[in-house]
T-cell receptor, first 112, second 112 residues
């Protein structure tokens, strides 16, 4: 009965690889987000979708590509991973884009 | 550049005292304000949200908003050791685009 679930929880991979993180919410929300939290714990918005439409696309390298097959799912694909991509990535959802957000447990990405 | 500023702390208070956490934001057009709590290694969880000037109370927590001064605060009454965490202030900026912008968080330590 997890509200916002992300997989995998941990991801350890080498530089140059391509990886994906999946997110699903069962709250019936129409807006979903991806955040990056760096080693200094700064949480920064990357993308947001509302009803499968991209509404926020902050200054993120185009190696990062979000995809929302339906309003309950928002996946993140990362190409050519770099050392600086090491961080915790959080998925979140809300009912409307001006409402409180519910966060997933995060995916800890480590680049070797 | 649109920013949310918080004192990183740590803020140390004795058990039973009132903890006061403060946040300022740069975008005068901001309309929604949130406080999240994040325990080490966990995801952010919503504590309070406020949209209008004034005070909003929920149990031991009170959020205070002053839009003229671009200032939002969180008071925690009867602080408990379990309140020890990082508190993140979040502001949806950009008028209609509602871009979630987080502060760097204030670390709160409640000592017995």
């Amino acid at each position: 009965d997890t509200a916002v679930s992300q997989t995998p929880k941990y991801l350890v991979t080498q530089m140059g690889n391509d990886k994906s993180i999946k997110c699903e919410q069962n709250l019936g929300h129409d807006t979903m987000y991806w955040y990056k939290q760096d080693s200094k714990k700064f949480l920064k918005i990357m993308f947001s979708y509302n009803n499968k439409e991209l509404i926020i696309n902050e200054t993120v390298p185009n190696r990062f590509s979000p995809k929302s097959p339906d309003k309950a799912h928002l996946n993140l694909h990362i190409n050519s991973l770099e050392l600086g991509d090491s961080a915790v990535y959080f998925c979140a959802s809300s009912q409307g884009n001006n409402q409180p957000q519910h966060f997933g447990d995060g995916t800890r990405l480590s680049i070797l | 550049q649109k920013e949310v500023e918080q004192n990183s702390g740590p803020l140390s208070v004795p058990e039973g005292a009132i903890a006061s956490l403060n946040c300022t934001y740069s975008d005068r057009g901001s309309q929604s304000f949130f406080w999240y709590r994040q325990y080490s290694g966990k995801s952010p969880e919503l504590i309070m949200f406020i949209y209008s000037n004034g005070d909003k109370e929920d149990g031991r927590f009170t959020a205070q908003l002053n839009k003229a001064s671009q200032y939002v605060s969180l008071l925690i009454r009867d602080s408990q050791p379990s309140d020890s965490a990082t508190y993140l202030c979040a502001v949806n900026m950009g008028g209609g685009s509602y871009i979630p912008t987080f502060g760097r968080g204030t670390s709160l330590i409640v000592h017995p």
